[in-house]
């Protein structure tokens, strides 16, 4: 059984920082492109961060470029997203998604991910 879950969420002052954790079990961890999605309330999941299988390449949602960093451990079936600069806006559920793709790009579209965690809130105050 595949498992996904995250961790690291809370609450934090805006300008303050998170690291967010995924990890992965019941699948080979390695194989798969990984990445960061959120959902505000009221607003459909958007795609944040991802990262590709072999870890050779990364891509960012322009609203958080240069403030969130996505890095991934394979020996330890583990994701990451250091979150730093948070603002009011990235005030969501994080979702992490796990892509089968193998080709050396970053899929952004969340229907082409295949399993998914339960999501950990972070909460930023003005």
């Known amino acids: 059984q595949v498992q996904l879950v995250e961790s690291g969420g809370g609450l934090v002052q805006a300008g303050g920082s998170l690291r967010l954790s995924c990890g992965a079990s019941?699948?080979?961890?390695?194989?798969?492109?990984v990445g960061w999605f959120r959902q505000a309330p009221g607003k459909e999941r958007e795609f944040v961060a991802g990262?590709?299988?072999?870890?050779?390449?990364?891509y960012y949602a322009d609203s958080v470029k240069g403030r969130f960093t996505i890095s991934r451990d394979n020996a330890k079936n583990t994701m990451y997203l250091e979150m730093n600069s948070l603002k009011p806006e990235d005030t969501a559920v994080y979702y992490c998604?796990?892509?089968?793709?193998?080709?050396?790009?970053?899929?952004?579209?969340?229907?082409?991910?295949?399993?998914w965690g339960q999501g950990t809130q972070v909460t930023v105050s003005s």
């Open positions: 998604g796990a892509d089968r793709f193998k080709g050396d790009a970053v899929r952004t579209g969340g229907s082409l991910y295949i399993y």
């Open positions: 990262i590709t299988w072999s870890g050779r390449i990364t």
């Open positions: 019941g699948l080979t961890f390695s194989r798969f492109a």
